[in-house]
DNA sequence: ATGAAAGCGCTAACAG
DNA sequence: CTGTTAGCGCTTTCAT
């Protein structure tokens, strides 16, 4: 890992008071503008400080104060996938209104990487930590060992444990995506979903069911593909279930990357099946794709808004926050079947 | 900003010590895995730092070491605009190979915020800085003072100071749409450009006009609109050139956000002009529009690499790496003129 | 194989 | 208004 790296030595506060002739005290008092300092006394400090090209060090300080950072950590998926990314911003966001700082980490979707990370963002001191978790277990992410760094987990459900959590509604979008294509009149929809070991995932899949069985169709089920992962598989899978005997007449995909490979799979076609994706993208309203809204820029500002009031205190029970869907029609959902 | 935020204490190496019954120093050559430790020597020490959760506290750690952190800041704008976010994604994914840890910081594209952060991230001890400036000037990103933390700049090159950077080939490829488009006979070209401050976007002009000169065209000249912003003003401002009574025949949109913008305006457009757009997109390819592409994640990779370079020892000149780029063909570029 | 003492750079507490 | 003393939690000599 880390090789011989070349440190580097910058003057220090001890410095700036010798030059300009005062105590230690002294010159941390005109630096940090506290009261009780001559004008004359913090012009000579100010001065000295400029000449060494002082700085004050910040590691220091933190650990006078009691060793805890301005620090915040987030462990999530990959930034290049716009979900995660608009949920960092979102967090960033909020952070920056109470002086904290994002520091984030890629969990590459692996439980002992991530364990890894929280043990490291923990050692670091940061002030709360969000993650996103990779999977279903949520053990090496226990509140009790951490001593009051409060987690809060998004986007799933903390698993056998007590923490803050904010949540979308997978189950109302998926079930508002089935009822959506069964009001216009689809019943054999297939549903490409990602991997089943995702609680969000099984989520929509679980609501889009009751949508079905809400009108007694069962049409839907011999075209249910689970475990399609990136959006090439997705591309795939779509190509094939249109190539079956008796293709769907509609297609539910459960997240972005599935709803991409879906829209390349229908790229041309003149008579598509319908389309209505989970989760909203960019240029949906210029491709016409009917989606799952929701906001994941209001999800890490909840989230970060959770942390918050913990670090400055809050107490009580884990609080669950559950960010709402809503269905966005542009075309491709409203496609009548064939 | 900060309020009464609540401090946590948590146990210290000398409570482990204590409870393991050993001395301070043996404890951390047990935790650390040093050598000359009796193996139930270190059993007892390890037990006891499970008892009380114990957790090693960085912040001293790198305070004795030499008050340097392993920490890399990145000031850039927003995480929300996929740029930015594929360009961190290239980062992280560089400096994690060498335990580095990356820090992310939004400059809402304002010089004065810029310069707090730098001086935030250089206070935290930060390892080295990676900053795609907001604005021109960059005399608050002067390296001199910084005594030795390496700066690199992205996207944009150091104004008036030595400094590593990683351009993209700006007027390479603002030449290659402009050949592009002249190759499919277009004359009356409109070019989207964003504001006229940043660097970039007058070097993909700039390229452009290089490439209409070779030719002795200037009946683009008419169309050239700059200091648009956001996509919503692109849309419009594309509306307002499909309108006049010599229409462009073909547009030049010069960023991601321009291109959408302009995708919308063209939306549903009986006989559209063609369109070529810098930065590629996800979904471009379904939406069979023509673009500069690049690669904004090598782009984040090679910044990081410079970075790790000079922290790890190199001395020697700035350098700067271009990132070139390449126009890939997906319709909307090659639409004839009407 | 283990321990005692010193000190990283700063701020808090208490004098003067 | 200014200075002195202590010590945050750890690693680094240097002894034993």
Avoid: C
């Avoid at 002294?26 to 400080?49: D, F, H």
């Avoid at 070991?197 to 075209?223: C, H, K, T």
């Amino acid at each position: 890992m880390s090789e011989d790296l070349v440190a580097v030595r910058r003057p220090t506060l001890t410095q700036v008071a010798a030059l300009a002739g005062v105590s230690l005290k002294t010159a941390s008092r005109a630096l940090n503008g506290e009261p009780n300092v001559a004008p004359e006394t913090g012009r000579r400090v100010r001065e000295a400080a400029d000449v060494l090209g002082y700085r004050l060090n910040g590691i220091a300080r933190e650990l006078r104060r009691g060793g805890t950072s301005a620090l915040v950590g987030l462990i999530s998926g990959d930034l290049a996938n716009p979900f995660y990314s608009a949920v960092a911003s979102g967090i960033e966001r909020e952070l920056r209104q109470h002086g904290l700082q994002l520091v984030t980490a890629n969990n590459d979707e692996d439980a002992v990487r991530e364990r890894a990370l929280v043990d490291a963002f923990l050692e670091r001191r940061v002030r709360a930590l969000l993650v996103v978790p990779s999977g279903e277990q949520h053990q090496h992410l226990d509140v009790e060992g951490n001593h009051g760094v409060p987690f809060v987990f998004l986007d799933r459900a903390p698993d056998g444990l007590a923490a803050d959590a904010v949540l979308i509604d997978n189950a109302g979008g998926g079930r508002a995506a089935g009822e959506h294509l069964l009001g216009h009149r689809h019943r054999r929809i297939a549903v490409v979903a990602d991997l089943s070991r995702l609680a969000p995932q099984r989520a929509r899949i679980d609501g889009f069911v009751s949508a079905m069985r809400a009108v007694g169709n069962a049409a839907w089920e011999p075209y249910l593909r689970t475990e399609v992962h990136d959006a090439r598989r997705a591309e795939q899978t779509v190509r094939e279930l249109l190539d079956l005997r008796l293709p769907p007449t509609a297609v539910f995909t459960a997240n972005n990357r599935l709803t991409t490979g879906a829209l390349r799979a229908l790229r041309g076609l003149a008579d598509p099946p319908a389309l209505i994706g989970f989760d909203d993208f960019d240029l949906a309203d210029v491709l016409g794709t009917t989606v799952v809204a929701h906001d994941p820029m209001a999800l890490g500002r909840e989230a970060a808004r959770l942390a918050y009031e913990r670090v400055a205190g809050h107490r009580g029970p884990a609080r669950t926050i559950v960010v709402s869907t809503s269905v966005v029609a542009r075309g491709s959902g409203e496609r009548p079947p064939r």
